[in-house]
């Protein structure tokens, strides 16, 4: 299964954006780019998903590399709500989904 | 529409003793899955279920049971519970396709003593 590496925590400031980093070298072809997050004593979320171009939802917005090496997930104005762990996940198919240990975002009031 | 339910909530279990964990969606998921989340540490996959009478092993089966009787059914049992197995348990569900993302439910917090 494909590795991804992401900052253990993060620190923003309340209503200005974050950017959310996520490092996958080995990625393949075929591998979709996801983002889930987990609010404190909930069960995770889906946030955003892609493959090779940029994405846009209400939530969230998805920026991937070129080569997709890379991908970063932006939060546009961080409120206090958005305080999570953000995971970001390969999946080749739908069964083969593998959480890491996330990225810990603290939302400064 | 509830979407993804957990039975029960919170469970205290002496070591050896068996329960069943619950989980129902009323979604029409064909894809069904169970996680455990240990402190500090991401979801790992126990088992999960493709359809209705299927099942497959995920990342960490060893000790735990499933049955997927009725389509928005997915049981996880444990028959004999150790001390390792005190996790948070999540169940999931998605459609059949390869972006399908998962709902997930509030979890359960299992104890064993």
């Known amino acids: 299964d494909a590795k991804t590496t992401q900052p253990n925590s993060m620190e923003s400031n309340e209503e200005e954006p974050v950017h959310l980093p996520c490092n996958h070298s080995?990625?393949?072809?075929?591998?979709?780019i996801h983002w889930y997050r987990q609010l404190p004593s909930q069960g995770p979320e889906y946030v955003i998903h892609?493959?090779?171009s940029n994405v846009n939802n209400r939530m969230a917005s998805l920026a991937i590399a070129e080569d997709r090496k890379s991908s970063t997930l932006i939060l546009h104005r961080a409120t206090l709500r958005d305080a999570a762990v953000y995971y970001c996940i390969l999946s080749p198919t739908g069964n083969q989904f593998y959480f890491g240990t996330g990225t810990s975002l603290t939302v400064i009031p | 529409n509830a979407g993804v339910t957990q039975t029960p909530k919170f469970r205290v279990l002496k070591t050896g003793q068996s329960m069943t964990l619950l989980c129902a969606q009323d979604?029409?998921?064909?894809?069904m899955y169970w996680y455990r989340q240990d402190p500090g540490m991401g979801l790992r996959l126990i088992h999960y279920s493709v359809g209705e009478g299927t099942t497959a092993k995920g990342e960490v089966p060893d000790g735990y049971n499933v049955s997927r009787l009725k389509k928005q059914n997915f049981l996880l049992g444990l028959e004999s519970a150790a001390p390792s197995q005190t996790s948070v348990y999540f169940c999931?569900?998605?459609?059949?396709?390869?972006?399908?993302?998962?709902?997930f439910g509030p979890g359960t917090r299992l104890t064993v003593t």
């Open positions: 999931a569900s998605s459609y059949l396709t390869v972006t399908a993302y998962r709902y």
């Open positions: 080995t990625i393949s072809g075929t591998d979709y």
């Open positions: 979604m029409n998921h064909e894809y």
């Open positions: 892609g493959l090779t």
